[in-house]
């Protein structure tokens, strides 16, 4: 292994000191290490508001992991503006030798990476990059065949025989900790020298950072046993809540795996098999790019959806009379988060029931999703509007009443995001249009008045989305 005199390491996905792959790769190969974090302008430029719970998350933890590496002797230094243009000018300052990351799989990522790694190789610097944010990547689970996998039962059961305990390892960082450099004294811009505002983050109940995800992280595994009958509940605190510190690699993925690997509960195995698709779905946009503007099935890119703003517009703002779906459009509007099973429901409302663009839905949960990760939404948006990685036909259509009456049987979730049905019967508040006028003056509400009445009937819905998708596959 080459060794090097001086090394920079850039955070990126990975706002953590514990078994981190490039820092301990750095430690043990550079006599001097530097750490540095860009707060990079050609993706914060992009995003549609000034008032965003991921940037603000993002600083708070930037925050505590300068503290963190300062307390072991080192430092951070915190840039903002372009990545490819900040992080050769630090290496050059630092006179580094190396420049140490951890490997991003996002088309856009790739593209500025190559950008820093040939300015950097015309300094002479070296660019090394390391797997973190998964488990298995890239070309490490492939078919008998050596091909990717392109279903996810076959590859969860590849990546499962090939799990071992080498795997799930942590990186010993503390081990080389004597090495890091601290830099000049370098503060960390607040949030309005960004560009942005604080948000309702931490009056949310959000713990960003380091202590955020282990606090969370040990309030899930008391409950972990469970996870397998909880999860599906909105209702119910069910899920980890660890899918942002995921996203910014806060906590580590081996450590998540490895306590599910070593736990034979049927909880935590359902979770590790959520672990799973997320290796897959990045192993997916890894082996297939197109999928960003593009059904991964190309036979469905020629769906011409009718896309009416009027049904979109109900979508995104509540008020497509389905409660579950209203309740679940809400949630995401006023917190930036929304249950897993919800996610799928109300996705496959807005392209099987009212026939809107997959694109669409997957942009508005971008832009909302306090967890939002590229890979992530949209594989699930695919899955959903069946143009993706997915064994079952498109003839697979949720029902917005169904799914309500089994995922929320006592209405607990809808009265909490539409309290003007809190007065519904438990069985009337999940389709309160079949209610007669002395069952809503009962309730206290009136319907298109209170709550709005469906915007679609599901039942023609799906004899039409149906119909669509037989006449629209190239």
Known sequence: ?????????????????????????ALKTARRVYCGFIFDTE???????????????????????????EAMGGGLVVSHGRARDEIPRLAAQFKADAVFANHDYEPAAIARDRAVERALGERDIAFLTRKD??????????????????????????????????FLKPYPVDQYRARLAVPLASPLPALADLGFEKTDLLQLG????????????????????????????????????????????????????????????????????????????????????????????REYDGLEFPNDERLFAAWREARTGYPLIDAAMRQINRTGAMHNRLRMVTACFLVKDLLIDWRWGERYFADHLNDFDLAANNGGWQWAASTGCDAQPYFRIFNPVTQSQKFDPQGRFIREFVPELAGCDDKSIHAPWLMTPEQQKKSGVTLGRDYPLPVVDHAAARLRALEFYRSGKQ
């Open 133 to 166: 944010q998964v488990i298995f990547e890239k070309d490490e689970i492939l078919t008998q065949g050596g091909r990717p996998f392109t279903v996810f039962t076959p590859y969860k059961n590849a990546w499962l025989k090939k799990l071992e305990p080498f």
């Open 206 to 297: 959000m713990q960003p950072g380091i202590s955020g995800a282990r606090h969370r992280f040990e309030a899930f595994q008391a409950g972990m046993a469970d996870y397998h009958e909880r999860r599906d509940y909105p209702a119910l605190q069910g899920t980890s809540g660890l899918s942002p510190h995921l996203r910014f690699g806060t906590i580590s993925v081996r450590e998540l795996a490895r306590a599910a690997y070593l736990d034979a509960s049927a909880g935590a195995q359902a979770w590790l098999n959520e672990l799973v698709w997320r290796d897959f779905y990045f192993m997916i946009l890894h082996h297939h790019p197109h999928v960003v503007e593009h059904a991964f099935r």
């Open 1 to 25: 292994m080459t060794q090097y005199a001086t090394a920079l390491v850039w955070f990126r996905r990975d706002l953590r000191t514990q078994d981190h792959a490039a820092l301990y790769t």
């Open 43 to 69: 993706i914060l430029d992009k995003l549609p508001a000034r008032r965003d719970r991921r940037v603000e998350f993002i600083w708070h933890s930037i925050a505590e992991l300068k503290q963190a590496l």
